[in-house]
């Protein structure tokens, strides 16, 4: 099956049940990207800023480009004036420099805050306690360039369904307490980003609203 026929099948599944997709075009050619576009795909995740910033450069402007790699502070400022949104924040300290970039681009950015969910202690996030400190501390309450529109997490990498079962539900908790308690009036804060090629599935059925898919519709690299 080719790319645009897998982008308007998956795409068709997804807009039924209120789900975003955001297609991984990490190490895909321009050509391929441009393929995705054409079949009617505007949004596309990236992990490295470099190669982000040369694909937002050389593809259509109405793209909505996603950071969904872990994000270095000192790389904010070159995405900061397009970026769309950023899945992968994962402290105040990287919070305050997206708000500060943000500001000299006269933009609010949206941003997802990373909770770690994973058995894998490789993988980035904030844990439940980190979480409710940001929220309550009085800096993410002068943040004025930020506005964030959810939570986002990445499963173990495990054939075990069970337990990725268990921690996108978690995640789906921890969101809705966190929407409860601090976010209650604000209806900006909808996206639940989890949910990858191996696992989407599972990420809808615990109740995500954006999923992150490479494999599913590019093919293994």
């Known amino acids: 099956m080719d790319i645009a026929e897998q982008i308007k099948i998956i795409n068709a599944e997804l807009s039924r049940l209120n789900v975003t997709l955001v297609a991984v075009s990490k190490t895909k ?15 596309f995740g990236e992990n490295i800023v470099q190669e982000l910033i040369s694909k937002y450069e050389a593809l259509p402007k109405d793209i909505q480009w996603h950071q969904i790699g872990h994000l270095q502070r000192n790389k904010v400022k070159y995405i900061a004036p397009f970026i769309a949104l ?14 500060k970039e943000a500001a ?7 941003c997802l805050l990373q909770v770690h969910i994973a058995q894998e202690d490789s993988k980035f996030g904030l844990d ?13 309450a002068g943040l004025k360039h930020v506005r964030v529109r959810g939570l986002m997490g990445i499963a173990t990498n495990t054939p075990n369904e069970r337990e990725i079962k268990a921690e996108f539900g978690e995640l789906k908790s921890l969101f809705d307490g966190i929407k409860l308690s601090f976010f ?38």
């Open 86 to 99: 950023i899945h992968s924040v994962d402290s105040l300290k990287l919070l305050h420099e997206i708000d």
């Open 29 to 43: 050619p321009l050509e391929t990207i441009q393929e995705a576009y054409d079949a009617g795909q505007r949004v």
């Open 128 to 140: 439940h306690v980190g979480l409710i400190e940001l929220l309550r501390s009085e800096e993410f």
């Open 104 to 110: 000299k681009n006269n933009r609010i950015i949206d």
């Open 184 to 221: 209650r009036h604000d209806s900006d804060f909808d996206i639940l980003s989890m949910g990858m090629s191996a696992d989407y599935k599972i990420a809808i059925e615990q109740g995500c609203t954006m999923v992150r898919l490479g494999s599913t519709l590019f093919g293994d690299r």
